[in-house]
């Protein structure tokens, strides 16, 4: 869990970088979203097998799972 959200930081980093523009939450709300986007990607890899349980997801899987719940997340506070 620890190593998820380390890589979750690494992520909502990564997911700004990627998506950028304004974001109506600031920095800190996009290094959440980072977070909760690893958590995601590592819940939906697991329900679909592509990882094992207790397995954090992949890099990639969490900059996706970020930038998805990011775009959400701009989409809602328009």
Known sequence: MLW??????L???VA???????DPGGFIVT???GIAGA???SLVGQTLGW???GQPAGFIGSVVGAMVL????RALKR
């Open 4 to 9: 998820t959200l380390l890589i979750g930081l």
């Open 11 to 13: 992520v909502g980093l």
């Open 16 to 22: 700004k970088l990627l998506m950028p523009g304004r």
């Open 31 to 33: 290094i959440v979203l």
């Open 39 to 41: 958590f995601v990607a």
């Open 51 to 53: 990882y094992l349980p």
């Open 70 to 73: 990011l775009g959400l997340y």
